[in-house]
T-cell receptor, first 114, second 118 residues
Framework: DQQVKQNSPSLSVQEGRISILNCDYTNSMFDYFLWYKKYPAEGPTFLISISSIKDKNEDGRFTVFLNKSAKHLSLHIVPSQPGDSAVYFCAASARQGGSEKLVFGKGTKLTVNP | GAGVSQTPSNKVTEKGKYVELRCDPISGHTALYWYRQSLGQGPEFLIYFQGTGAADDSGLPNDRFFAVRPEGSVSTLKIQRTERGDSAVYLC????????????????FGEGSRLTVL
C-alpha cells in the first residue's frame, strides 16, 4: 500500500518552459514534505521542503505547492534547464508523531530538452 | 570528503553469503539512516539511529538484517544468508537532529552500495 504516489513515471519538457511534477499521499499524519533530485549513480540530493502549515514554498526556480485537503503536492520548476534532467522523488514524514523516517514515492524522471 | 561515504560501492555475492555495508556519515551529524532502493522504486526506509541507539528499526524486512552504530558515528548494515531479493542499492543518509539547528529536515545521502546477490 503506497502512502506516497507519483503517478507519472516520466515527464519531458522543452528548455525554458515550466516543469510540473505531481505527488499524492494517503496518510493524513504526514506533516512535512520534501523533494529530492537524483542523478544516475549518485545519492538523492535535497531540493526543497514544505511544512503542512504552509501551502507554498519558493526557492529560486523551484516552488512547491501543498493542497492538504486534496492530499496533493506539486513541484514547479521554471524556467526548466537541461541540467534539471534527473529523477525527482517526493517524500513525506509524520514529524509530529515523532517519526523521523521519510516515505518516498517511486519517482518521476524529468527530461528537459534543449 | 565532507559528504556521506559508503563502502563498498559495489558488492556481488552468492546466495546464502554474509555481507557488511559500511557508512561514514557527515561529521557532527547525530542522526543516521539506512534506506534500500530496488529497481524502479523509491528509497525504502530500513532503520534510523539517533546517536548509538536504533530509534526506529521498523523498516528492517526480517531478522537477517541488522545494523549497528557502536560509537555514534560509522554504521554497518549486516545481511545474513543473502537472498536474490536482497539485490538493491543500499543508501545511507545522515542529518542534524532538528534540535541541533536543522531547519529543513533534509537528509544527506551517500552514493549508495549496490548489492547484487547471484
Amino acid at each position: 500500500d503506497q502512502q506516497v504516489k507519483q503517478n507519472s513515471p516520466s515527464l519531458s519538457v522543452q528548455e525554458g518552459r515550466i516543469s510540473i511534477l505531481n505527488c499524492d499521499y494517503t496518510n493524513s499524519m504526514f506533516d512535512y514534505f520534501l523533494w529530492y533530485k537524483k542523478y544516475p549513480a549518485e545519492g538523492p540530493t535535497f531540493l526543497i521542503s514544505i511544512s503542512s502549515i504552509k501551502d507554498k514554498n519558493e526557492d529560486g526556480r523551484f516552488t512547491v505547492f501543498l493542497n492538504k485537503s486534496a492530499k496533493h503536492l506539486s513541484l514547479h520548476i521554471v524556467p526548466s534547464q537541461p541540467g534539471d534532467s534527473a529523477v525527482y522523488f517526493c517524500a513525506a514524514s509524520a514529524r509530529q508523531g515523532g517519526s523521523e523516517k521519510l516515505v518516498f514515492g517511486k519517482g518521476t524522471k524529468l527530461t528537459v530538452n534543449p | 570528503g565532507a559528504g556521506v561515504s559508503q563502502t563498498p560501492s559495489n558488492k556481488v555475492t552468492e546466495k546464502g553469503k554474509y555481507v557488511e555495508l559500511r557508512c561514514d556519515p557527515i561529521s557532527g551529524h547525530t542522526a543516521l539512516y539506512w534506506y534500500r532502493q530496488s529497481l524502479g522504486q523509491g528509497p525504502e526506509f530500513l532503520i534510523y539511529f539517533q546517536g548509538t541507539g536504533a530509534a526506529d528499526d521498523s523498516g528492517l524486512p526480517n531478522d537477517r538484517f541488522f545494523a549497528v552504530r557502536p560509537e555514534g558515528s560509522v554504521s554497518t548494515l549486516k545481511i545474513q544468508r543473502t537472498e536474490r531479493g536482497d539485490s538493491a542499492v543500499y543508501l545511507c543518509a545522515s542529518s542534524l537532529f532538528p534540535g541541533q539547528g536543522a531547519t529543513t529536515g533534509e537528509l544527506f545521502f551517500g552514493e549508495g552500495s549496490r548489492l547484487t546477490v547471484l
